[in-house]
């Protein structure tokens, strides 16, 4: 075997090693007497054990051994940790490197900070016991697993000099988001992008069970990961100085091989996919950690998973503990004052080269912000509200188009193959799909320095994205509203992350995650039920306020402000939802940007309140609920010519909530002179009815609203009989204006027999037909023309 | 090459695949002149084109050569549809083998009913694009792609004469969930389980973009597959005949080695996981269809994904559509009648050995009732409320031990491994976790027939389990709350399948899917912010009341009379969400049953209105919530001697809402005698707050109800800190009751300072012990027994 390491510098790093599993334990144990100055006593030991061990010494060790390449070749590094429940080895390590004590002052390198940075871990008013926010020099939150290997690439994209260390645990390997990135190999370019370095940790066990990919037989394994596309290397034993050894000859390996594949591809170009190096740990679980606790084998087995001996009071576990704490031996590691002796010390690198303290995992540092084009030049022209039909996100991809060109290093769009479908084909005059994979003849627009991110994986999608805009670039998700669904849970994750790193004062704010749903359900009644869902708003309505923004520009040129919008904000989730299908166009461009700014507002030019006091109020929001709205405003007016309606189209649905639970929200006062204190409203809303409620039920006219949306009747028919299932068709919202609004007189009962006639006419023309009636198909906005 | 079938045979069976093809492009295109008499004319064309060819003659292809093995060993085979997009083709192949004309009569095996068929695809009261609940043989919604081979598994455990077929599109291999299923393999016991056949259909393209598995070498993708743990077997070409000789020797081999397999393990016994076949089938994208379109190549090419012509006014596409049909030489297939020529139709298999007839995929068929333990055998002895000390879920598990023993065959429980965790760990008592892989000395309970499905994916899990539902089978998935989220799409499907399958009459309903939600927001204390969230309750609630329960039970009681009423119950998502940790009892069986059949009721015990009109009520949901509405109950009743107050405590949260919405709502009287008409509530509920509003905001007493629950304040804490930070704690409760009832005389403002020295208490003891104040962690219930 190469044995690349000194004899002085394997036992340093040895010794470094086991500074962090010192500190490691201490963490998760140890209340007070940090250096064992004293005999371990149970009132040392902190009342509840919180933390997880199992997956500690893995880390460390990588941890070490990175040190030691980055200071050998100046590397650029930073360390996504996948098992992010090892929080306390990558405090350790930050601490011993020094990041640590400079983000947190009050932690210092020294016996009284020892204790506190033991005390403080999994303690109220403390830190977490995963890899969070808080943790420096990270960008994946260690708690939900399966996105490590997809951040870590969103990482790596348009950032060459970058190298971002990824360690797989064997049980987020089994995670399904996990198991799909691997293959983001394929969408990786040496000429302009970093590397990443996967790292699958094989420790055999995740909290009781077995992993999967410890226990298929070696070839298997080998197989899988040069079927991934991966040259696999493998680090596997128990021996430390053994390994120590072989990881660092393995490491000088896949470095090697890393800057041959870059320095190939940067100085001849992109010829074809490389067989990007990986490294397949395999170490025991809790390694270095107790061999027995009450006569069971501890260290390699699940027992060793979280806290290995739980309850401190059974006799000999206090003894246990203390005997393993000095397995370390501290005092070879620390000086009298606590510090980390100089000669040990200095194996980590220095300023901005510490993983701790790389300012690609505080992206905020290096964000800049975007080159824009000016939004107003895109505008489609109205010469009045419904003259003109136009493709909502046909033409905000022309916007889109001319921010890639604009920021060919820092930003990039993201699609499940949906970016043509979501009708955003104009970015393909100035870049292409990217795939490093196989390119054939035929293959429309796709180049291995594409900028468009195509994998039919909302999961890979997203974490890409994350990992891009956590390392301070920016971007844009544009989705099948439905299907949004598929990355609730890791679109909690990131809300919860940008909720709790705006309380970090070290962490500077990035930009916003952009997400344009498009194909929505009033549009996908062609592939029927299943792609009809508009929850995602609901969902994302569960976070906190603060970093939480949802839109529904009714037309275009509002989708063109909100956009631009969106594009210069910082550390919000922003939801977008917008169609993608020809439809009238209401608003020239001041005054979409006039009503974007405000995010709500009465639409005069529909209206015929005359400014004055309605008998209803028509509230609408999304694109097909407005054009069915003022569908069904014409037909009051037409038939009932004195009745006072109030149109009020909704862009910015927070506005709708009260200023305290909202920063967008509007006064009582100014709902109360939008929406009137006590005329019905009629709300055609884009999505779950419910909604609409929960927004305004504290408001004075609550009782009087109304809201028509989607009720779960879904189904593959036309567009118009969705909305008429669903009973938000200009037909059912003006029967409900007449089942609220008294004294309409006898004109009444004519307008019900009309309306019943037309939807028999619809129903039965569809059945025949398979399409809408011409009336409805090529319906116009003309009451003001008339 | 080996070439199994005869010329008779072969044309035989291409003819059988030109009609399914031809009934295909059919339903895509044709309105009228099925069976092309007279000159293919624009009239005969539909309106609208709607539907996916690129996929549909793959899936013709492998469903006629199935037909011949099924035929050839008399199997039992059903065919799971990844690319359910191709729904045209399996609803042909069901209609060829006159499956589709039984169940549904009206589309009878001639002209008329030709024409029907094709009319109806796609169409306003016809039939969904997909292959969906409506299409006979399906167990799977190819809308929302990435669940098939899940489903597939789920439906091949403890089915040991069935061979389920799998088709995994390239682009559906893409996502999350499908890339990790392809390990179910290491799942899956010869002995008792039937076999999955994996079909990977190479077509190169998705909607637009290419698909990253047909771009990679054909010795990575040999690898990946190896290394997923199968032996791969290729077909690949674009010549019908060679392919059909090919496929057909392929299937010879795969069904020869899944017998020998299957023969082996039953003889011999389990001894190692077998290398099970898979087929990767390489076909052009559209095959057969046409080769150019506006002198664009079309066949092989994304064009080929939707409609290749979608525009049929474009001169020259008429007719391009005829010679398309044409081509399939329809007069040779059909007879005059329009029937399957009789020599084609003896291709198909007979009655149950169709699959489109095959009644594991219509499992309601053969589902049978769980033989169940009597659940009040384990019940915790409450003498009195509060007296006793338990941990729900280690209740409910020995209930869930007795059902996995006394249902050796039809039941199973999934978790992402977390059922020891949640504490059912009594299940492993009498089975073990379920693995094929390598086992170790050490292992905890884990053996190749365990029942335990444990993987670190939540998307297998509940793949597995709706598979195993689907084809007539019960089963119990346990989960972390937070990170069912993960699923949450995955619900969304089901839910929405089991509400369309509801309708379609030859369904039978199947057991529902039942979820116990433990390790849940407010113990999830030490793990932190990324491990607590309430929101699948509020996710769930946007589905069809008529399929969706959610309980809330407060005891170990009450959830072991929850579980059989679910465990009973057909055509449901039940979710129970209910704690792991020591909390005490309050209901003895009796009183249990009667709450939980009622689904909410006033707890005299508790209350202190003597029956009469209180002063205020005190409702609460949720194991956490209740608890702390108790103490603060203890509170104000030593306090205010004389406050009237009534404690509703709710199981069913179902019941809230209105009957209009709910079938389990209580009507607007029973509210009002609960609630009150004008008293204030104070509602300490489990989840988001919203909810309750939500739920409640038509009843007449809305506005007087103050609800508490999580606002998203999360971190690593104690458990009573978690509640104080979300103001749902006792102390918190009980000053929202001084706040809103007036009159309470001159203690309010001793009970004021009482309390803030009670917080500030915790908050100082918290900070200095790292665990609650022992007046929190050890009170109990007592105002009774003074």
């Not at 639409?603 to 694109?623: F, H």
């Not at 004195?642 to 149109?647: A, E, G, N, S």
Request: charged residues 20%; proline residues 7%.
């Amino acid at each position: 075997m190469n044995k690349p390491l000194s004899t002085d510098l394997i036992q340093k790093m040895d010794a470094y090693w086991r500074a962090a599993n010192y500190l490691s334990v201490g963490q998760i144990y140890l209340f007070d007497n940090p250096l064992l100055r004293r005999p371990l006593k149970i009132e040392h030991v902190k009342p509840r054990l919180l933390g997880h061990w199992g997956t500690t010494p893995g880390l460390n060790f990588i941890y070490v051994h990175l040190n030691r390449v980055i200071k050998k070749h100046d590397l650029d590094v930073i360390y996504v940790t996948g098992p992010g429940h090892g929080g306390p080895g990558l405090v350790a390590n930050t601490y011993l490197e020094g990041t640590y004590s400079e983000v947190y002052p009050e932690i210092s390198q020294d016996e009284v900070g020892m204790k506190k940075l033991f005390t403080q871990f999994s303690f109220p008013g403390g830190i977490p016991s995963h890899v969070a926010a808080e943790t420096p020099g990270s960008i994946n939150e260690g708690g939900e697993l399966g996105y490590c290997l997809s951040h870590a690439y969103g990482a790596a994209f348009d950032n060459p000099d970058l190298l971002v260390t990824c360690v797989v645990g064997d049980g987020e390997a089994e995670t399904a988001p996990l198991a799909t990135s691997w293959h983001s190999n394929k969408f990786l370019n040496p000429v302009h992008d970093g590397a990443v370095l996967p790292i699958l940790h094989l420790n055999g066990y995740k909290i009781a069970g077995p992993t999967v990919l410890a226990r298929i037989p070696r070839d298997e394994l080998e197989s899988l990961f040069r079927g991934y596309g991966y040259t696999p290397h493998f680090v596997e034993g128990d021996d430390p100085m053994e390994m120590h050894q072989l990881m660092a000859a393995t490491l000088d390996t896949v470095i090697a091989s890393i800057r041959d594949i870059q320095r190939d591809a940067r100085a001849n170009g992109f010829k074809q996919r490389p067989l990007w190096p990986m490294i397949i740990l395999r170490s025991p679980k809790g390694w270095t950690g107790p061999k027995e606790v009450d006569g069971k084998r501890t260290e390699g087995t699940y027992r060793s998973h979280q806290v290995p001996m739980g309850d401190m009071s059974h006799p000999g576990h206090v003894k246990i503990l203390e005997e393993w704490l000095e397995s370390y031996r501290p005092r070879e590691l620390f000086d009298e004052s606590g510090r980390l002796r100089p000669e040990l010390a200095d194996l980590a690198p220095r300023g901005a080269r510490r993983m701790g303290a790389n300012p690609h995992a505080n992206g905020g540092l290096l964000l800049a912000d975007l080159t824009l084009p000016d939004f107003r030049d895109y505008a489609v022209t109205i010469p009045k509200p419904g003259s003109v039909i136009a493709e909502a996100t046909r033409i905000q991809g022309e916007l889109i188009r001319d921010v890639v060109k604009l920021n060919p290093e820092t930003f990039r769009v993201f699609s499940p193959d949906e970016t043509a479908s979501n009708r955003w084909g104009a970015v393909f005059e100035v870049t292409n799909r990217c795939s490093t994979a196989e390119i054939v003849p035929g293959d429309d627009h796709v180049a291995p320095d594409g900028r468009v991110m195509e994998v039919l994986s909302e999961h890979q999608c997203e974490g890409w994205l994350e990992g891009y805009l956590l390392t301070g670039r920016h971007g844009f998700f544009s989705c099948y509203e439905a299907f949004i669904h598929i990355i609730d849970s890791m679109f909690n994750q990131h809300a919860k992350w940008l909720d709790v790193a705006s309380h970090v004062p070290w962490r500077r704010p990035i930009a916003s995650l952009n997400y344009l749903l498009s194909s929505h359900v009033w549009r996908q009644d062609h592939n029927g039920f299943s792609h009809q869902d508009p929850g995602f708003i609901d969902h994302v309505m569960s976070k906190k306020a603060e970093v939480i923004r949802v839109y529904l520009p009714p037309d275009a040129n509002s989708l063109l402000s909100v956009t631009d919008h969106c594009l210069r904000s910082r550390n919000y989730v922003n939801v977008i939802v917008a169609g993608k299908q020809p439809s009238p166009q209401w608003l020239d461009m001041d005054a979409a940007i006039a009503h974007c700014t405000r995010g709500l507002g009465i639409w005069e030019w529909a209206s015929s309140d005359d400014g004055g006091e309605p008998d209803v109020v028509m509230a609408c929001a999304g694109d097909v609920p407005t054009m069915e709205t003022l569908a069904a405003v014409e037909l009051l007016r037409q038939h009932f010519p004195t009745l006072k309606i109030r149109v009020v189209n909704v862009v910015d649905l927070m506005t709708l909530q009260s200023q305290s639970q909202h920063p967008h929200g509007i006064s009582d006062e100014e709902f109360d002179a939008l929406f009137t204190r006590d005329k019905p409203i009629i709300f055609a809303y884009h999505g779950y009815p419910i909604l609409i409620h929960r927004l305004t039920y504290r408001r004075t006219n609550h009782h009087n609203l109304h809201v028509h949306g989607f009720k779960e009747e879904g189904t593959t028919t036309t567009p118009f009989d969705m909305v008429v299932l669903n009973e938000l068709d200009r037909f059912h919202l003006a029967r409900a204006v007449l089942d609220r609004v008294p004294g309409l007189g006898p004109g009444v009962a004519t307008f019900q027999k009309f309306i019943e006639g037309k939807l028999s006419d619809h129903k039965r023309h569809i059945r025949q037909h398979g399409e809408d009636m011409p009336e409805i198909r090529n319906w116009k906005w003309g009451v003001n023309e008339g």
